[in-house]
């Protein structure tokens, strides 16, 4: 019988070749994930730089810049870290009153320009202010920082967080009491809509929503709501000036459309669960601090740089007008419209009764003309515009705006006193 082959060499041959194979399908495998890291790397740099050439930075011009608000958003909401010992007493901290029966008032986009001179004045009155915004880049978020830092001075805490974010929002309601919300995160921005449609829902309504939601099951007490809706919902409504009672079914934007669709949700919330709602229709609103992608706004730095500005006329050759409304005047109609509102009626998701539902006019009761505008500007920086005068393109516009705004002067004094030359003069210092 032949012995048997001598096989301690072949199997050593065997798993050293084993040994080597596996080395290398794992130097194979780092290889490989090594390139693929590269090229999503690459990939990614260039999706960016491809975007930053498709919307240049806000600040330039008057394009929304960078990444669209939507994906950032749910970024900065997937990072953001909440709770704590500390966490909670500085929110507490921001939000409780100095003032013996002051608000609570939780304001979402703090970080706004709107958000932060209600915030400021809150505060200043000796109401608690917590803020909440997320910070995306529709404009140039720096300003937002810029916002953020100046409210922090005055003891006002603002957090990195999106409305859509509900677990935050428990949270929240949970540590405070919260007696008020002042509800201005929105997607802005009329003519925007078209580039970033998804953006205006994921805001206007299912942030609107998420916020009711929590308000309406988990707050308790159910804090009273007073939001920002829009004088674009008048849309193609013809009868001026514009009141509460006019048509508001035939939006001429999707942002109009949003902030009509969260008057519809306002509505249902108010009626099922007893939310005291009050909807705060804002006329063109400028000032010092405002957002640089409104026309008062990248016009005077157009003129500045010597840059041509575009004025749109109707088709009937009229200038397009807008009822300019000075922030001060807002805060003002904002601040009555918190001070009067009723309390909501329900806890825990059940309705105990009817709760106060209103909708009101924020604006400044005179239309100007877009190119009067210009020239109050030309005058103020004492430097020529370059115009092109174009007709209105179809891109959500309409071509005036003018507020009856005897309903909130009724209901909680409001009274704008700001003409434009005075606020366009305040801005410009
Ligand atoms: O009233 C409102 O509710 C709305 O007011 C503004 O919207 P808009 O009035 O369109 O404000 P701007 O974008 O600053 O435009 C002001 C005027 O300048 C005109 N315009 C704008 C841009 C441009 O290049 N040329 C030009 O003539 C517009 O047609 C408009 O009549 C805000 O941007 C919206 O977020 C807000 O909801």
């Known amino acids: 019988m032949a012995p048997p082959p001598d096989t301690s060499k072949t199997t050593k041959l065997e798993r050293y070749n084993s040994y080597i194979r596996r080395v290398n399908s794992t130097k194979l495998l780092a290889a490989s994930t090594n390139l693929l890291f590269r090229a999503t790397l690459l990939t990614a740099v260039v999706l960016i730089l491809l975007f930053t050439l498709h919307y240049p930075p806000l600040l330039a011009g008057h394009h929304p810049s960078a990444a669209s608000a939507h994906s950032h958003r749910s970024l900065l909401s997937s990072y953001s870290s909440y709770g704590g010992a500390t966490w909670e007493r500085e929110v507490r901290r921001s939000a409780t009153p100095r003032r013996r029966g002051g608000l609570s008032v939780l304001v979402t986009g703090a970080a706004g320009f709107v958000g932060t001179h209600c915030s400021l004045a809150l505060k200043k009155r000796g109401d608690g202010v917590l803020g909440l915004d997320n910070f995306n880049s529709y404009y140039d978020p720096s300003l937002k920082r810029s916002r ?3 409210l922090s001075h005055h003891g006002i805490l603002v957090i990195d ?14 540590v405070v009491p919260f007696s008020h919300v002042l509800h201005l995160a929105a997607q802005a921005g009329v003519r925007y809509a078209m580039r970033n449609p998804q953006s205006y829902v994921a805001s206007n309504v299912a942030g609107l929503v998420s916020l009711f939601e929590v308000a309406a099951k988990h707050a308790d007490p159910q804090p009273a709501i007073v939001w920002a809706s829009s004088s674009s919902v008048y849309g193609l409504n013809t009868a001026v000036p514009f009141s509460e009672l006019h048509r508001t079914d035939r939006p001429a934007s999707l942002y109009a459309a949003t902030k009509k669709a969260g008057e519809a949700i306002a509505h ?39 840059n041509a500005i575009t ?42 009764g009817p709760a106060q539902l209103r909708v009101y006019n924020l604006g400044n009761t005179s239309p100007v003309p877009v190119g009067k505008m210009v020239a109050i500007l030309e005058e103020l920086l004492a430097k020529k515009a370059k115009k092109n005068v174009v007709t209105m393109p179809r891109n959500g516009d309409v071509p005036y705006t003018h507020a009856n705004v005897t309903l909130a002067q009724k209901d909680f004094k409001y009274r704008p006193t700001t003409d434009l030359a005075t606020g366009l003069r305040r801005f410009v210092k």
């Open 311 to 352: 004025l749109f006329k109707t088709r009937d050759g009229v200038d397009v007008q807008r009822d300019f409304t000075y922030i001060d005047d807002v805060v003002q109609g904002c601040l009555g419209a918190l001070d009067t509102a009723g309390k909501s009626t329900g806890t825990g998701g059940k309705k105990r």
């Open 148 to 150: 953020q830092k100046l």
């Open 161 to 174: 967080a999106d409305i859509n974010d509900s677990k935050l929002l428990i949270k929240l309601f949970d």
């Open 268 to 306: 249902t919330y108010n009626h099922i669960y007893g939310l005291s709602i009050t909807g705060l229709r804002f006329f063109t609103v400028y000032g010092p601090w405002g957002r640089p992608d409104m026309a008062y706004f990248f016009f005077t730095k157009a003129i500045l740089s010597g």
